[in-house]
C-alpha cells in the first residue's frame, strides 16, 4: 500500500509571498488532515476534510490559510502572504475512519525568511 | 478542549534498561488513543493504537496501556535499543476523527 505522499519536501520563501504544497493520501481513505508542526510541540490540528467536504478548519488563519480537496482526493493548502511565524513542518495525514489508524505523510518544511 | 500533555520532555538511558513514556489527557470521553514515533526530519510513524474499550495493546518490545478514568496512558518499551531514539509522541482521538497532540517525549538510548 502506497503512503500519503507530500510536495514539495523542502520550501524556501520571502515574508509576504505565497507558497502551495500538495498531498494525496492514501487510496480509499476517506478523511485527510492537514497539521501544523513548529519546532519541539506536537502537531496542530489547521483542517480535516471528510471526503471533499470540510469538517472542522477552526483553527485555520482564513486571513492568510486556504485549503481545498477537489474530488475528495488530492489537497492543497496555500498560505498568501506568509509571515515568518509560519516557519514550520506542514504534515498531512490521512485515515479510513475515526477507529482507524492515522497515517501521516513525511511532511513539507517551510522557512519563511 | 482536550489538552494532551506529555511529561518529561527528555528523557536519556542507557541501552537494554525497560523504560515508561507517559501522556495525560483532560477529557476522559475519548475515542481513541494512538502513539508514534517520529524521527529527526520525518514524518509520523504509527506505533499502536488503543480503542477507548481497549486497556493495553502490545508490539514487539512495545506495550501500550490506556486508563480512561484517570486520563492516562503509557508506553512501556522493553529492551531499549539506540535504535529506538526518536521522539514519542501521543495523540487522543475523538469520535468525530479529531486527533489532540501531546508535544512528545525526545528519548535518547545511549548504548
Known amino acids: 500500500e502506497a503512503g500519503v505522499a507530500q510536495s514539495p519536501r523542502y520550501k524556501i520563501i520571502e515574508k509576504r509571498q505565497s507558497v502551495a504544497f500538495w498531498c494525496n493520501p492514501i487510496?480509499?481513505?476517506?478523511?485527510l488532515y492537514w497539521y501544523q508542526q513548529i519546532l519541539g510541540q506536537g502537531p496542530k490540528l489547521l483542517i480535516q476534510?471528510?471526503?471533499?467536504?470540510?469538517?472542522?478548519d477552526s483553527q485555520l488563519p482564513k486571513d492568510r490559510f486556504s485549503a481545498e480537496r477537489l474530488k475528495g482526493v488530492d489537497s492543497t493548502l496555500k498560505i498568501q502572504p506568509a509571515k515568518l511565524e509560519d516557519s514550520a513542518v506542514y504534515l498531512c495525514?490521512?485515515?479510513?475512519?475515526?477507529?482507524?489508524?492515522?497515517?501521516f505523510g513525511a511532511g513539507s518544511r517551510l522557512t519563511v525568511l | 478542549k482536550q489538552e494532551v500533555t506529555q511529561i518529561p520532555a527528555a528523557l536519556s538511558v542507557p541501552e537494554g534498561e525497560n523504560l515508561v513514556l507517559n501522556c495525560s489527557f483532560t477529557?476522559?470521553?475519548?475515542?481513541?488513543l494512538q502513539w508514534f514515533r517520529q524521527d529527526p526530519g520525518k514524518g509520523l510513524t504509527s506505533l499502536l493504537l488503543?480503542?477507548?474499550?481497549?486497556r493495553e495493546q502490545t508490539s514487539g518490545r512495545l506495550n501500550a496501556s490506556l486508563d480512561k478514568s484517570s486520563g492516562r496512558s503509557t508506553l512501556y518499551i522493553a529492551a531499549s535499543q539506540p535504535g529506538d531514539s526518536a521522539t514519542y509522541l501521543c495523540?487522543?482521538?475523538?469520535?468525530?476523527?479529531?486527533?489532540?497532540f501531546g508535544d512528545g517525549t525526545t528519548l535518547t538510548v545511549k548504548p
Open positions: 495525514a490521512s485515515r479510513l475512519g475515526g477507529a482507524n489508524v492515522l497515517t
Open positions: 487510496s480509499g481513505h476517506a478523511t
Open positions: 476534510f471528510q471526503n471533499n467536504g470540510v469538517v472542522d
Open positions: 477529557d476522559s470521553a475519548i475515542y481513541n
Open positions: 488503543i480503542q477507548s474499550s481497549q
Open positions: 495523540a487522543v482521538g475523538t469520535n468525530a476523527g479529531k486527533s489532540t
